[in-house]
């Protein structure tokens, strides 16, 4: 089983940045894909980006160019966030998976594992 816990969320203004960070424990030989999805009330858990072992890594279009997810060697997975507006408001989740992550779109059931989520508010 892999245990995964964030860390690294706040307030911020617009324009500003945070770095989330996602610590894996447990089973992690058994992960081969880290990903951060986030999810505000009312809507469904959004795949924000993805990294594979190797360093192959995925973004949903809306933070291309102002996102960017890394990994640790010891399964510690972070996500630089930039430039954020208030439409990155939401909460913010670390996931982990078995398989490769090649694809452009992931959902939440693609993933096996998930930490417990880090708030993020950006204010206009």
């Known amino acids: 089983q892999v245990h995964l816990v964030e860390s690294g969320g706040g307030s911020v203004q617009a324009g500003g940045s945070l770095r989330l960070s996602c610590a894996a424990s447990?089973?992690?030989?058994?992960?081969?894909?880290m990903g951060w999805f986030r999810q505000v009330p009312g809507k469904e858990r959004e795949w924000v980006a993805s990294?594979?072992?190797?360093?192959?890594t995925r973004y949903v279009d809306s933070v291309k160019g102002r996102f960017t997810i890394s990994q640790d060697n010891d399964y510690t997975v972070y996500l630089q966030m930039n430039s954020l507006t208030p439409e990155d408001t939401a909460m913010y989740y670390c996931?982990?998976?078995?398989?490769?992550?090649?694809?452009?779109?992931?959902?939440?059931?693609?993933?096996?594992?998930w930490g417990q989520g880090t708030q993020v508010t950006v204010s206009s």
């Open positions: 447990g089973s992690t030989y058994s992960v081969n894909c």
């Open positions: 990294i594979t072992n190797g360093g192959s």
């Open positions: 996931g982990a998976r078995r398989f490769y992550c090649y694809n452009d779109r992931y959902s939440r059931s693609d993933f096996g594992a």
